[in-house]
């Protein structure tokens, strides 16, 4: 039987459903082409605003063992200027999505506007940053609000346009309903939870932002629901993120009604080599399950 991984979302072509997820590797050229090797169908940046942002302070990563990976980066990035300068002429051999975030509808569109130099085949809104308020939070959590900033991009540019959600939120539908009816060409679910951790020794929160967001396998089973509910009530493509370490968390999404898959804290307990890793055991389940193409798995799960 022939198989066949390659996937088209919302018109953009992929040679197979894995993308590295955004912000676990940063922005840089040279980290896209390394993933890209280690059999990423596409990558997404890190997310690109209109100024510099240096971040919080440190520490910005706590491992939480068995858990995930709890991070207050805050957002660091050189600001979209610099990010044009640098990958300026630069090819790369899989689509790249770029990651924008903003405190305004017209910040959004302001960046994505000037994006467009690089050609990209699509913008991810980040619309959920869990703990920098001005930019993430509170734009995320707001329908009318989500409503507009992909109202506004989507007539500023000419490529798909996709929304990250925050599962930081009372109704996620409610946020997927208000981006959908602005036109958003597919959904990401979800963005990290929000957590903490606290030093037991020196008795004081271990991020020094006090307040981070979670990601790995604890919030995996968080996102299979959301992913499954956005399936449920919309026809729009998802792509499903949270938790993803192997194979059969992948096969879970699929069958959950996601499109395509994102990768972020996997790579750092099995290194980019997660994503021929996954490759080769989604591969493998498609044959043994008379699967032919990834389509016929999306949303199988479903009674
Ligand atoms: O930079 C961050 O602290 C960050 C971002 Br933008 C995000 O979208 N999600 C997250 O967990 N951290």
């Known amino acids: 039987m ?14 197979n459903p894995l993308m590295l997820a955004s912000g676990i590797l940063g922005i840089c050229p040279s980290l896209i082409r390394r993933v890209a090797a280690a059999g990423a169908g596409a990558v997404v940046t890190k997310s690109i605003g209109l100024n510099a942002r240096e971040g919080f302070p440190n520490p910005t990563v706590h491992i939480i063992k068995y858990y995930g990976l709890l991070n207050a980066m805050g957002l660091p990035n050189p600001g979209v200027d610099e990010v044009l300068k640098e990958f300026e002429g630069q090819k790369f051999s899989v689509p790249v999505i770029y990651s924008i975030y903003g405190s305004s509808p017209e910040e959004y569109s302001n960046v994505a506007k000037k994006l467009l130099k690089l050609n990209p085949v699509a913008f991810e809104l980040n619309l959920s940053c869990p703990h920098v308020r001005e930019v993430g ?22 490529v798909p346009v996709f929304a990250k959600l925050s599962p930081n939120v009372t109704d996620i539908l409610e946020i997927a309903s208000a981006a ?4 958003v060409d597919g959904i990401v679910a979800i963005n990290t939870v929000k957590a903490m951790a606290i030093d037991v020794d020196l008795r004081k929160p271990l991020l020094g932002n006090i307040y981070g967001g979670l990601s790995g396998p604890a919030i995996k089973p968080i996102a299979i629901k959301i992913v499954y509910d956005l399936f449920e009530n919309f026809k729009v493509p998802i792509v499903g ?3 993803v370490c192997d194979w059969r968390d992948a096969v879970e999404f699929f069958l959950a009604g996601a499109w395509a898959i994102q990768i972020g804290s ?38």
């Open 137 to 158: 939070s509170m734009v995320g959590q707001d329908p009318e609000m989500v409503y507009k900033v992909v109202n506004l991009v989507k007539s500023s540019v000419n």
């Open 266 to 303: 996997g790579i750092l307990w099995r290194g980019v080599n997660i994503f021929g890793e996954v490759l080769n055991g989604l591969r493998r389940y498609m044959l043994e399950n008379g699967f032919k193409c990834v389509e016929e798995m999306v949303g199988a799960g479903h009674r």
């Open 241 to 243: 993120v949270g938790g």
């Open 2 to 15: 022939s198989l066949n991984l390659e996937i088209e979302l919302a018109g953009i072509r992929m040679d």
């Open 180 to 183: 959908v009816k602005a036109g």
